[in-house]
């Protein structure tokens, strides 16, 4: 039986533009067909709401083809929301175009300031604590302004070295109940061996970016050996096809924040 302990109640996100086929990408596994990335968007908003969500939709914004992927904008805790300062040029415009919005939740809003660099992508919240990878995205100074910030509000911050991986959570995510699931990079790290660990292999590393909302995770579709494996742990699926978001380092908890 799955013990309860975060509920999240609401989600943002925002639609994909036609620009997407620019997004950043760390490899040549083709440019993502819009009209299916359109689609796949819609089916993951509905996985949302079906997990209790309310779903804040924001308009696409052509000028910035990554910035669907929101969650890299912001870190949202329970109390004070950061806005952060991404590490890829194209997407720095992000922040300003997400500030408004988390204004209408937040009366609390901190700002990482260059040189400090972060995407929150890289940052994996286990209650309390906050694991934040230092990727090629975010720098030590971004993470020490985060941990400082996180410190103020009672909260802690670990740096966590990594090498693979675009952000943190590509390879990594939190279940709840002390479990993680793991692939690569990630399975060594001394931070993560106090949690039970369900062990992604490598052909399927894509999938450790699976999400916990609420009682239920999301598994992204086609990687039938991590759903079984989470299952296992006793959760409930729900599988989301994100073919298009992946061609360009996507997943499923890039497309969301959720508070
Ligand atoms: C980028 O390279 O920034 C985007 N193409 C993908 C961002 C994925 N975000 C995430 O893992 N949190």
Redesign the pocket.
């Known amino acids: 039986m799955i013990d309860i302990k975060a509920k999240f109640t609401k989600a943002i996100v925002r639609m994909p533009g036609k620009s997407i086929v620019e ?4 490899t040549s596994i083709g440019k993502p067909d819009y009209d299916k990335a359109l689609e796949q968007h819609q089916e993951y908003i509905k996985a949302l709401q079906y997990c209790g969500l309310e779903v804040i939709i924001l308009p696409a914004d052509e000028r910035y083809p ?1 910035s669907t ?1 929101v ?2 904008t912001a870190l949202l805790t329970p109390d004070c929301a950061i806005l952060t300062n991404p590490g ?1 040029k194209s ?1 720095t415009g992000e922040i300003a175009i997400i500030a408004e919005t988390i204004a209408d939740f937040y009366d609390s809003i901190e700002t990482i300031e260059p040189p400090g660099t972060i ?3 890289d940052i994996m919240m286990v209650g309390n604590d906050f694991y934040i990878g230092l990727s090629e ?1 975010t720098n030590k100074e971004g993470a020490n302004q985060m941990i400082d910030i996180l410190q103020r509000i009672g909260m802690n911050g670990f740096p966590i070295a990594m090498n693979e991986m ?2 943190l ?2 390879g990594l995510s939190y279940l709840e109940n002390n479990c993680l699931v793991v692939a690569k990079e990630f399975l060594n790290e001394p931070r993560f061996q106090q949690f039970k660990q369900l062990e992604v292999s490598s052909e399927e590393a894509y999938a450790a ?1 699976s999400l916990w909302i609420n009682d239920r995770v999301l598994v992204p579709k086609g990687f039938p050996n991590t759903k079984a494996l989470i299952e296992s742990a006793g959760y409930k699926t729900i599988v989301v096809d994100t073919s298009e978001f992946r061609k ?4 499923l ?2 497309l969301s924040l959720r508070f």
């Open positions: 997004g950043l990408a760390s990554d992927f969650e890299d890829a997407r995407e929150a992508g995205r675009l952000h959570k590509s970016n360009i380092d996507g997943g908890s890039c």
